[in-house]
């Protein structure tokens, strides 16, 4: 009885996954033409790497000013959720234990998954730490927390998903010497299909497990299927969590945290979740920037799936960027945001300084960055004459890197993953908004 109960579940799951993907995940990208992607990827469970103890999947992230949160998964239930870490190899002069869960996707069932929040820590310090505890350890691991003071690199790429092409987005990466990663949305490009989250956390571990990985939800992280799903978010809020309490965010939706000594404030949004004026986002997001003090804060950044601004033909016209776009784009401005960074389209593009669909000195910079390698490939076409107010446009997989200097000046670079080798294509210097006195609030 269970077992045929299980199989009908399966076909429902097939049909209507095979229903809902074809309108939820292809039907808004069939207005422009796109070039082949490269194939698709699969890191696989491999036994003789693993065993159902064996942590996996580890990646870190951000905690308030002085803490890491670690994340794993283990095949089995049997494992401790502890990491022993510290400052010299094979050492662990520190302990912490945490959480562990896990959760159902129709006839899927996850891993455990641990979390353990670290520290306090040292900034500008590598650590060595292993997950899992003592009778099933992890091979030890490095960390390096982020410095506490200018300069500090943060590294962007949106829209990574599981191809040829991330590989080679993150190789790029691991070379440029980040301290924190920005990822605004579609990470695993799982769409439902629940091995593919394993499998992309198997993918990124290499990277993510050493530099703090701050990541917010796009679309392909819903995951909702009519009668069979309704709880949209399941694998990214189970597998993902971040900070969202810290800013008294009651979503891991949407949050945000400083770096740099406060130097700069991240604000990371959900398109995908209520932005209207009377919901819990527009009135969270009101109060987190009532809180900044630019003076102490000179740099303010926000990261968002949907682009507000964007000339590519993909992506025209959908209420998570035009709507969301008229009910927080004054809140922004007024703000002064230096810089705004999106995903979604996938393609790479700069914007001026913007404010009501029109140059402005105070408004913030706009770019769009969801060229991470993604397995539908590129968004090739755009909108033709080419609109003043953008300033660089271009069809190309790649990732970005953003050094803040210091508190006046940061250096933009987009590095274009051509034939694999890393270019960088477009280069440009931001001034602060808070150090223009015209621009004073």
Not at 149 to 156: E, N
Not at 304 to 324: F, K, L
Not at 348 to 362: G, P, Q, S, T
Request: aromatic share 12%.
């Amino acid at each position: 009885m269970a077992l045929g109960i299980r199989v009908c579940l399966f076909l429902v799951y097939s049909f209507t996954l095979a229903m809902v993907c074809a309108v939820l995940f292809s039907g808004t990208v069939q207005s422009y033409n796109r070039p082949p992607p490269r194939k698709d990827i699969s890191v696989d469970y491999n036994k003789d790497d693993y065993h159902d103890s064996s942590p996996q999947q580890v990646h870190i992230s951000l905690v308030g000013e002085d803490q890491m949160r670690v994340s794993w998964i283990t095949k089995g239930s049997d494992s401790e959720a502890r990491v022993d870490y510290g400052v010299s190899p094979g050492v662990y002069g520190f302990t912490k234990t945490g959480t562990t869960s896990s959760y159902r996707y129709v006839t899927y069932e996850s891993g455990s998954i641990h979390d353990v929040v670290i520290g306090p820590l040292t900034p500008n310090t590598i650590y060595y730490y292993r997950c899992g505890g003592a009778s099933s350890p992890s091979a030890e691991l490095t960390l390096k927390t982020p410095p506490a003071a200018f300069p500090i690199k943060f590294a962007l790429a949106g829209d990574l998903g599981q191809t040829d092409w991330t590989t080679s987005t993150l190789d790029h990466i691991s070379k440029s010497n980040y301290d924190i990663l920005l990822l605004p949305g579609d990470l695993s490009y799982a769409d439902a299909i629940q091995p593919r989250w394993d499998s992309f956390g198997r993918l990124v571990e290499q990277l993510a497990s050493q530099r703090p990985w701050m990541v917010t939800q796009g679309n392909h992280e819903v995951e909702k299927i009519p009668l069979v799903h309704t709880t949209p978010f399941t694998a990214y809020n189970s597998r993902w969590p971040m900070p969202f309490q810290q800013s008294a965010s009651e979503s891991n939706l949407y949050y945000s945290f400083d770096a740099a000594a406060r130097g700069i404030h991240v604000i990371m949004l959900g398109s995908y979740t209520d932005f209207s004026h009377d919901s819990a986002q527009y009135k969270w997001l009101e109060a987190d920037l009532r809180k900044v003090n630019r003076t102490k804060t000179p740099w303010l950044v926000v990261v968002v799936h949907a682009p507000w601004y964007n000339s590519n033909t993909a992506h025209q016209g959908e209420p998570e960027s035009n709507d969301m776009k008229a009910a927080m784009e004054e809140l922004l401005y007024s703000a002064r945001v230096d810089v705004v960074f999106s995903g979604h389209v996938h393609a790479y593009e700069r914007f001026a300084r913007v404010y009501n669909d029109k140059a402005d000195k105070c408004g913030p910079i706009y770019i769009t960055i969801g060229d991470g390698g993604n397995r539908e490939g590129l968004a090739s076409e755009y909108i033709d004459p080419k609109p003043e107010i953008s300033i660089f446009r271009e069809a190309s997989f790649g990732h970005g890197q953003l050094e803040f200097l210091n508190g006046s000046h940061a250096q933009w670079t987009w590095h274009r993953n051509q034939d694999d080798v890393a270019i960088a294509s477009d280069s440009v210097w931001f001034t602060s908004l808070s150090f223009d006195p015209s621009c004073k609030l």
